[in-house]
């Protein structure tokens, strides 16, 4: 993944200009700032939902706006909608949402991935009968089935997890970078990630501040 001189506004109002940006296979990236800094915005650039006013969005050295299809198979996004459907089960959601991304998985998978999200016991419900935290379990237990996708996209993915489910999602995260995989994500929630490399992006508002790369036992000097 690479961004050459991204430039994004919204509305009147510039969020960051000249953003270059080069994310190798195998790496985390944080994407941080303050609220209203462009944080969200940055990841819809990055899947596609928006375009930038000015420079290039890369995917393995092809502008993903180019790419289409083939980008999409490898990308997973969970943004602030959970994407589920009310009038499915959680285990419905997870088997058709793996169908039509030409990847199936059985009954047995998609329970799992449910329990790995803290939401065992809860297979056969209608998903209009969740609560909101729980819908955003269903949405992020996709995660335990795309190992597939190479690069990961999620916004806030910690929020309405418990500790151990919490746990288990940064242990994915880390194992999925270690792979070679690329996870982009935003979060208010200081989770340690054990992953190899570590890249930090800080949004403050009409400027960008580009972190280096950091081993997984400086991220917390990193991030303070």
Not at 81 to 107: F, M, S, W, Y
Not at 188 to 193: A, G, K, L, R, S
Request: some cysteine.
């Amino acid at each position: 993944m690479e961004l050459q001189s991204v430039r994004c506004v919204r509305g009147e109002r510039l969020l960051f200009s000249k953003l270059n940006f080069q994310c190798p296979a195998g790496t985390l990236v944080r994407i941080a700032g303050p609220n209203g800094t462009g944080k969200t915005s940055l990841l819809r650039l990055l899947v596609g939902l928006m375009q930038p006013q000015e420079g290039l969005i890369l995917w393995k050295n092809e502008p993903i706006k180019k790419l289409k299809e083939e980008f999409w198979k490898d990308l997973v996004y969970i943004g602030h909608l959970n994407g589920v459907k009310d009038e499915l089960t959680a285990r419905e959601n997870l088997l058709i949402n793996c169908e039509i991304g030409e990847h199936p998985v059985t009954k047995e998978q998609a329970d799992h991935a449910l329990a790995m999200v803290g939401l065992e016991g809860f297979e056969d419900h209608y998903t209009r009968h969740l609560s909101q935290g729980q819908r955003r379990r269903v949405a992020l237990a996709r995660l335990y089935l795309s190992r597939h996708a190479g690069f990961w996209v999620l916004d806030e993915p910690f929020t309405a997890l418990d500790v151990k489910a919490v746990a288990n999602l940064a242990n994915l995260i880390a194992e999925h970078v270690n792979e070679g995989g690329i996870v982009a994500l935003t979060t208010h929630q200081e989770v340690p990630i054990a992953a190899n490399n570590i890249q930090r992006i800080e949004l403050t508002g009409g400027r960008w501040l580009n972190g280096r790369m950091v081993k997984k036992h400086d991220l917390a000097e990193e991030v303070a």
